[in-house]
Structures are given as structure tokens and as C-alpha cells.
């Protein structure tokens, strides 16, 4: 059906293949990196009043220096402890543990697939899209990815984007285009989407009330945001494809029909996708509901696709055991944040990376918070975690600066989403590479231009923010 194609994958010699880390070593590199770090930073803590930190209310604690703590024999007693072996290795079931709702998500929806694949309904409509735009990646990209920006930045959908990919993958298996595209046009534009944040209810709702600004306002600028940066992410993912030596694709005049079992399950599933971002919102779901709703669609999904019992169970195994990979991911992402949560030095990073911003002229105040937040999304990669935990201390010292609140809450948009693109500790983006098998080092070796352009186009629209006063 396809003429020909090359792409980066083909054109990478064994020499760049060889330095690329398997996932899972990568992050227990980071998990063993921040174990040590625990032994040279102080312990403190700020006050908090309902989890909200009280500014100018760090105080150091007392840290055992006791050599035990390497091979985890000490005692309990003591209020801050850094890391030891024993310590390391517990924290890789705590982070299971803590992201298990997450990683059953993450399951449920590959079970789903499993079921929606053996249909044959995403064969036969992935056949029409491709046949029907002849195979045009440059009309579907810019399409699709307007479309997923547009969910991530006016309803803060990303996580859910986790039901796409296969369906991505599955396209450009068919325009036998790389992998690594198919996950740029999800990953970046659901990125680019984050960073504007339009109307985004998970996080403006967080950062905005702590600046005491009025919840979604200044929009109009997120929007020039999401505007720009997404021109600039498209032309990127095209160009990479064209460089890449993808040609378009010559196709039969005929393609096969849609039996009515299969637009059954298609339309189910549209409207199952669109119930699920209603549902999300006006019900507050989070991830065990959302599992819990994927098993329920997979149920209904094999009833109009004619699947028998077994089969569907057997499908549903199947599309589990893809998952295995991410899921372990992002259980390792979050034992990182396990040990230093358990060691007390989250707060100590946040105070000495406020220190920076303190005296300075508002834009490289912007700058400084930018940069800051974009150090901790290493950290502590949840977004209203982390707007929760530094705001509430970078907020008045920007104060000082001249900044306005939406002012902050723009630079600490741009610090979070710049750098979530390439975080070695990002376990949704970890768990999305490798479903579709892209090795993290060619992931950050592709995106590393985009995000050094974005984060200068950032740099410019927080000079203009902090000179009309926004």
C-alpha cells in the first residue's frame, strides 16, 4: 500500500543505538543519584496549614550523620534520615504503592485496546483515514496535534491521551512512518497545551489561588501562548518528518469497507472518549474511576464487536502485558520521590532555589522562577504538587521583584511544561515512550532543539508579560 518511506530509526548507526539506557536503569540511576543527594543536603521543612506552605517558615532539622544509614541499620528515631541501601530498595514498592491508581489505569487502558484491537475495527478505520487522506501525514499531523493541544491547555487532559497512542501507533505503523513521530505528535502537542494552560482546571485553579488572582484570568495572553508555540511544534514535527525521508504514500483506489460491527465500536468508542471528558470533570474522576469506566467500555466494546468470553478475556490479558514496561516506570518514577519526601530535603531545594530569585528586576525574576520550577519538575514531577509546594515561597519574593501574580504563574507554567518534555523522571512521558518503543535518549535527542527554541520564545513572552504589567 505505501510506496516507500525512510526514518531516523533507519538512519541512527549501532554506535548512537549503543549509548541509549534501557528506561528502567536510567531512572534507577536517578533514584540511586537522589538517594546520595540526600546525604549532602540539609533537612528542613516549611509550616504548612492544610498542605499549604507558610512562606518564611523554613527551619533546618536535625539530620542523623550516623554511617548506618548506607546500609539502613540505624534506628528510627530520628526525625530526618538520608537514604541506605535498605531505604533505596523500600522505596521502590512505596513508589508502586503510592502510584497504583495511576498504574492500573495505565493497565486497564492497554486491556481496553487489547479488546478494541482484536474487533478488527481499528484495522479496517485506520485503513479508511489513511486511503481517505491518501496518506497525507502533513494534513493529519497539524489536525491531530491541534486537536490534543486544545484538550491538554482548556481542559487539562494528558493522562487520558494514554487511550491515543495506540491509536497513533497503529497510524503510523500503517504510513510506515517511525514510531518516534507518532509520539511527537501526541507528546508535543500535549506538552505545548500544558504549558499554555488556557483554561486548564487542574493546575490554574492551584497556582492562580495562590497568587490571589481571579481563577482563569489573564487568558488572553496563555492564548497567544498556545497559538505560537503550537505553529512552532508543528513545523518542528513536520520538518523532522520530511528531513526524516518520508515521502508520501501511494494507495489502491479501493479500500475495505467498514462492516457494521466495526462502526459500531468505533462510534462506541468515540462517545465512550467524549463521556470520559465529561464524566472527568463534572464528577471529579480520577484514576481509579477512570479504571474502573475502561473496564466497563472494554465489556461493551467486546459485546458490539462479537467477541466470545474467551476471546475477550484472552485480548484483554494481552493488551496488559504491554503495559507491564510503563506501569514499572512509573512506580520507579515515583519511589525517586519517595526517598526524598523520607529524607526531608524537598523543602530545602525549594528554599535555596528561592534565594536566586531575591533583589532581581522583574523579568529575570520571571526567569529565575521559570528556571526554578523547571529544576524541580526533576523533583517532583506532579504539576500541582509542585505549584502547591513553591509557589507559596517564590510568590512573595517576586512580589519584591515587581512581578504581578499571573506574571508568576506564567513563568512557573513555562518551567514546568519545558521541561516535562524531556525529564528523565517523567513517568507518564517514560511509560508513553516505551509503548511505542523509543529508546529515552533518541526521544531526548529529537526533542532537545524544540525545547532550546521554545524555552527562548518563552524567555520573550515573559519580557513582554513583565513590561505591560500582566
Known amino acids: 500500500m505505501v510506496k516507500n518511506t525512510a526514518s531516523d530509526g533507519e538512519r541512527t548507526g549501532g554506535r548512537r543505538r549503543a549509548i541509549d539506557v534501557h528506561p528502567v536503569l536510567m531512572l ?53 534520615r538520608p537514604a541506605g541501601l535498605i531505604t533505596i530498595l523500600q522505596a521502590i514498592p512505596l513508589g508502586l504503592l503510592k502510584n497504583a491508581p495511576l498504574i492500573f489505569m495505565v493497565m486497564f487502558v492497554g486491556g481496553m485496546f487489547g479488546v478494541f484491537k482484536q474487533t478488527g475495527a481499528l484495522d479496517a478505520g485506520l485503513d479508511q483515514l489513511v486511503h481517505r487522506t491518501r496518506g497525507n501525514v502533513y494534513l493529519l499531523a497539524p489536525a491531530l496535534m491541534c486537536t490534543l493541544a486544545i484538550g491538554s491547555s482548556f481542559l487539562g487532559l494528558i493522562s487520558e491521551y494514554l487511550v491515543v497512542l495506540p491509536v497513533l501507533l497503529s497510524m503510523a505503523e500503517r504510513l510506515r512512518l517511525n514510531s518516534l513521530y507518532a509520539v511527537a505528535m501526541l507528546l508535543v502537542a500535549a506538552k505545548i497545551g500544558y504549558i499554555a494552560s488556557v483554561s486548564n482546571p487542574v493546575v490554574l485553579p492551584i497556582a492562580q489561588g495562590i497568587v490571589q488572582v481571579p481563577i482563569f484570568s489573564g487568558f488572553g495572553m496563555r492564548l497567544a501562548v498556545l497559538a505560537v508555540f503550537m505553529v512552532i511544534g508543528i513545523a518542528y514535527v513536520l520538518y523532522r518528518i520530511h528531513r526524516s525521508g518520508f515521502t508520501k504514500a501511494e494507495f489502491v483506489a479501493d479500500a475495505r469497507p467498514l462492516s457494521g460491527r466495526h462502526l459500531g465500536v468505533l462510534v462506541l468508542l468515540g462517545l465512550a472518549i467524549v463521556f470520559m471528558v465529561y464524566a472527568g470533570r463534572a464528577w471529579d474522576w480520577h484514576y481509579n474511576e477512570l479504571s474502573g469506566y475502561y473496564l466497563f467500555v472494554a465489556m461493551i466494546l467486546a459485546a458490539v464487536g462479537g467477541l466470545g468470553a474467551r476471546a475477550s478475556a484472552d485480548a484483554f490479558i494481552d493488551g496488559i502485558k504491554g503495559m507491564v514496561l510503563p506501569s514499572l516506570l512509573i512506580g520507579l518514577a515515583g519511589a525517586i ?98 509503548m511505542a518503543k523509543v529508546p529515552y535518549g533518541k526521544w531526548v535527542r529529537f526533542m532537545l532543539p524544540l525545547t532550546l527554541v521554545l524555552t527562548g520564545v518563552a524567555m520573550v513572552f515573559l519580557l513582554i508579560a513583565t513590561r505591560i504589567g500582566y
Open 28 to 80: 534507577l540511576s536517578v533514584l540511586v543519584l537522589c538517594a546520595a543527594l540526600t546525604h549532602v543536603l540539609d533537612a528542613g521543612s516549611f509550616q504548612r496549614v492544610d498542605g499549604r506552605v507558610i512562606p518564611g517558615t523554613y527551619a533546618m532539622i536535625e539530620k542523623s550523620s550516623d554511617w548506618l544509614h548506607l546500609l539502613g541499620l540505624a534506628g528510627s528515631g530520628e526525625a530526618a
Open 337 to 434: 520521590h519517595v526517598v526524598l519526601q523520607q529524607a526531608q530535603v524537598l523543602d530545602t531545594v525549594v528554599n535555596g532555589m528561592a534565594g536566586m530569585i531575591h533583589g532581581q528586576s522583574s523579568w529575570f525574576a520571571s526567569l529565575a522562577i521559570m528556571f526554578t520550577e523547571a529544576g524541580l519538575d526533576v523533583l517532583i514531577p506532579s504539576t500541582s504538587a509542585k505549584a502547591a509546594i513553591s509557589i507559596p515561597i517564590l510568590w512573595p519574593i517576586g512580589q519584591l521583584s515587581g512581578l504581578h501574580g499571573n506574571s508568576v504563574v506564567l513563568a512557573y507554567l513555562f518551567g514546568n511544561g519545558l521541561m516535562a518534555m524531556v525529564s528523565p523522571t517523567s513517568g507518564l512521558m517514560l511509560a508513553m515512550l516505551a
